[in-house]
C-alpha cells in the first residue's frame, strides 16, 4: 500500500509518515497539491492521499477536484487531514470526493481509525 503525504509542513509529513508508516505503507510526500499531481501524472498511483487544505501553489480543496476529475485516479482514496474545523468546508471538501475529514491537532489513533473505516488497515502479520 502506498500513502500519498500532502502538507506544506515538514514537520507534519514526517508524523503523518510516520503513522502511516508503522501501519506498513510506503508513502511519497508533497509539500502542495501541484507537486502531489506531478508525482501522479509520472505514474505514481497512490492508495491512499492524506491532504492538508491550506497550501500554497494548490491547496487540498483544488487538488481533490483535480485528482476526481480524472478517470486514471478514480480508486485513490482522499482523506482531509487539516486544521479547517468549519462544517461548511468539511461538506464541501467530502461533496468533491473526499472520503474522510480528521482535523488538526490529531492523534495517531484518529488517523488508524479513519483508515479501518475504509477498509485501508494494512493486513498484520500474525505473531
Avoid at 492508495?47 to 487538488?63: A, E, H, K, R, S
Amino acid at each position: 500500500m502506498h500513502a500519498l503525504i500532502i502538507d506544506d509542513s515538514r514537520a507534519m509529513r514526517s508524523i503523518l509518515r510516520r503513522i502511516v508508516t508503522d501501519l506498513g505503507y510506503d508513502t511519497t510526500e508533497a509539500e502542495h497539491g501541484q507537486a502531489a499531481l506531478d508525482h501522479m501524472e509520472g505514474g505514481l498511483v497512490p492508495d491512499l492521499c492524506l491532504i492538508d487544505w491550506n497550501m500554497p501553489v494548490m491547496d487540498g480543496y483544488q487538488f481533490v477536484q483535480r485528482v476526481r476529475d480524472d478517470p486514471r485516479w478514480r480508486d485513490v482514496t482522499l482523506m482531509m487531514v487539516t486544521t479547517e474545523s468549519e462544517h461548511g468546508q468539511i461538506v464541501r471538501a467530502l461533496a468533491a470526493g473526499a472520503h474522510e475529514y480528521v482535523i488538526k491537532p490529531f492523534t495517531p489513533d484518529a488517523i488508524v481509525d479513519k483508515l479501518e473505516l475504509l477498509g485501508l488497515l494494512v493486513a498484520e502479520v500474525p505473531a
